[in-house]
T-cell receptor
């Protein structure tokens, strides 16, 4: 079974801090994704990566950056955290390029910015 | 980017009843996927239906796809309390790499 592991289930940070959310997958998947989930807004795509050192903006990239130095690891960075970035963050991975493969999700990180 | 719109937003049924959730989308797709999310957890893939398929079954799940109407439905038969969760459809646009999701249908199955 594919395992996608997010480093923290719960995280509390202060406004202005630089925040790192880490995600690791164990299936050698090319594609990795970061979403945030807010009540009433569903899941929104922040960034994704289809190869090492490659990234593409999703629908809401403002205030975020990402890093993919190794195939198994995809990091989401909040450069200067703000209270409106309090949310549930979900990481996912998928094999193949334009493929009929499912996305596999981690259990999420609930991030609170105070 | 395209996302599916699920309907209804919330559904409450008794154990043993069937649950039907609908999904509409706007543009041409390669496939459409359904996911489940238990409270406070990540999404779990349920079923994928390709654009050239009309119906697919997996255990108690039945998914239909009508590309002419740009709609899909998920039927859960003989529901159980453990089916209580949010359900999301995710249409995969032709040529895109990432799935997008709507707000989902919250299903409550009363024991």
């Amino acid at each position: 079974d594919v395992k996608v592991t997010q480093s923290s289930r719960y995280l509390v940070k202060r406004t202005g801090e630089k925040v790192f959310l880490e995600c690791v997958q164990d299936m050698d998947h090319e594609n990795m994704f970061w979403y945030r989930q807010d009540p009433g807004l569903g899941l929104r795509l922040i960034y994704f990566s289809y190869d090492v050192k490659m990234k593409e903006k999703g629908d809401i990239p403002e205030g975020y950056s990402v890093s993919r130095e190794k195939k198994e690891r995809f990091s989401l960075i909040l450069e200067s955290a703000s209270t409106n970035q309090t949310s549930m963050y979900l990481c996912a991975s998928r094999g193949g390029v334009y493929s009929n493969q499912p996305q596999h999700f981690g259990d999420g990180t609930r991030l609170s910015i105070l | 980017s395209q996302q599916g719109e699920e309907d209804p937003q919330a559904l409450s049924i008794q154990e043993g009843e069937n649950a039907t959730m609908n999904c509409s989308y706007k543009t041409s797709i390669n496939n459409l996927q359904w996911y489940r999310q238990n409270s406070g957890r990540g999404l779990v893939h349920l079923i994928l239906i390709r654009s050239n398929e009309r119906e697919k079954h997996s255990g108690r799940l039945r998914v239909t796809l009508d590309t002419s109407k740009k709609s899909s439905s998920l039927l859960i038969t003989a529901s159980r309390a453990a089916d209580t969760a949010s359900y999301f459809c995710a249409p995969m646009d032709t040529g895109r790499r990432a799935l997008t999701f709507g707000s989902g249908t919250r299903l409550q199955v009363q024991p």
